[in-house]
């Protein structure tokens, strides 16, 4: 069967990720994985079924039966939208506590895999590169200063009608940098063989470009 290219692209949050994975998915025709929101899901998931943030078992089986579905940048868990509600911080702090947990990880790896269909697919997280797809044609980790980031979010944020303050976002977001680079399982870090990126000072457009161009340059012949 035909080979499957895949981009992965790891960082921090806020690093801008998903929107410079968004575009160059739009570029290459490419299907795009979110694996942030499906830890976002399980916490959303979590938060309203009042399961314990440490019940991993009960944890796992959330995130094994989880009922999303993705739809034109739109996210679905049980058939409510939830795109909006996903995003909130106090969910991505539950998402960032969770992701520590090695069942609840295991139990998200089969629904990671399958979004890797024709022609081919750009995924975005913390471990794309270095567990879910190590043979990615093309790793790249993203990354940008804590203030750049902690001011890309706070901007988010308002846009998108939450209340935010830039001292608690900073410190969320320091927390959340140590948490997700010290768990044993799965740690941020480059994957071997990535191309850093650090956007602290380039726009949107010159991100997508730099990861447009590496892909030019290590695409697989067809
Ligand atoms: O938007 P932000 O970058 O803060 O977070 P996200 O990408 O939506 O992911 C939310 C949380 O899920 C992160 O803080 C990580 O702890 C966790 N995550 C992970 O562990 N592995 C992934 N592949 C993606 C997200
Ligand atoms: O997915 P991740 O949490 O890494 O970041 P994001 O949700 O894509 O958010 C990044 C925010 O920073 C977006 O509002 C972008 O418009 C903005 N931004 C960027 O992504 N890259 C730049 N070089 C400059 C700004």
């Known amino acids: 069967?035909?080979?499957?290219?895949?981009?992965?692209?790891d960082g921090p949050t806020a690093s801008?990720?998903?929107t410079v994975a968004q575009l160059v998915a739009t570029q290459l025709g490419f299907h795009y994985l979110d694996s942030g929101a499906l830890y976002r899901l399980t916490a959303l998931s979590a938060l309203r079924n009042a399961v314990a943030l440490n019940d991993e078992q009960?944890?796992?089986k959330l995130a094994e039966t989880l009922q999303c579905s993705f739809t034109n940048g739109d996210i679905f868990l049980a058939g409510e939208n939830v795109t909006l509600a996903i995003r909130a911080e106090?969910?991505?702090n539950a998402a960032s506590k969770i992701a520590a947990l090695p069942a609840l990880r295991q139990a998200l790896v089969a629904l990671q895999l399958r979004f890797r269909t024709a022609p081919g697919l750009i995924a975005d997280g913390r471990d794309m590169g270095t567990v879910i797809f190590p043979d990615a044609d093309l790793k790249v980790f993203l990354t940008a200063s804590p203030e750049a980031r902690a001011q890309r979010r706070y901007k988010q944020l308002i846009d998108k009608g939450f209340s935010a303050n830039m001292q608690d976002l900073l410190k969320d977001l320091n927390e959340?940098?140590?948490r997700d680079a010290n768990r044993a399982v799965a740690p941020l870090k480059p994957a071997e063989g990535a191309y850093l990126l650090d956007t602290s000072n380039l726009t949107v457009h010159q991100a997508v470009e730099q990861v447009l161009g590496w892909y030019a340059d290590v695409k697989k012949p067809v």
Do not use: S, T
Not at 1 to 9: G, R, S, T
């Open 90 to 92: 106090e969910v991505g």
């Open 176 to 178: 959340r940098d140590a």
């Open 1 to 9: 069967f035909p080979y499957i290219p895949v981009i992965a692209i």
């Open 16 to 18: 801008g990720k998903g």
């Open 58 to 60: 009960a944890l796992a």
